[in-house]
């Protein structure tokens, strides 16, 4: 006898547009902006940060969707998440090698998987990003 599991299709950036069904399930993590205006966000477990961004209108571009081929969704992210953290893929770091004002604690924000050890997590945006946005496109999930 043999056994199928399946598991729900989920489309890039849909999860983010759900509310947490609970308060075990909620992670809050803050954005400063460019600006310097500090945006409180209430994620949950499994969020994507670049998508849970673009949920609350915050100017992430993420032009290649998540998908590791741009640096648009670069953040810097505050030293004592950054390094709860797991270690960026060589793939990452590539993309990470295009942006500019990179730091020591720069991630591509599509690469963030909130958890609840990432609770009070602080991602402040870099003043310039490398602009891809094409007839104003603006991401939306799909």
């Known amino acids: 006898m043999h056994l199928l599991h399946t598991t729900a299709v989920r489309r890039h950036g849909e999860y983010e547009w759900q509310d947490p069904k609970s308060e075990d399930e909620v992670v809050n993590i803050s ?10 966000i209430r994620g949950k477990i499994g969020d994507n940060a670049m998508f849970l961004a673009i949920r609350h209108g915050i100017d992430i571009e993420g ?24 270690e960026a893929k060589d793939e990452e770091d590539d993309m990470l090698d295009m942006a ?3 730091k020591p604690n720069s991630r591509l924000s599509c690469q ?23 007839d104003d496109y603006v991401p939306q999930p799909h």
């Open 31 to 40: 954005f400063v902006l460019r600006d310097g205006v500090v945006k409180k």
């Open 63 to 86: 032009a290649c969707g998540g998908s590791l081929a741009c640096s648009t969704c670069h953040v810097y992210v505050d030293n004592e998440s950054y390094e709860k953290l797991p």
């Open 100 to 102: 500019p004002l990179l």
């Open 112 to 134: 963030i998987i909130l958890n609840k050890q990432l609770d009070g997590m602080v991602l402040t945006l870099p003043q310039i990003t490398r602009n891809f946005y094409v």
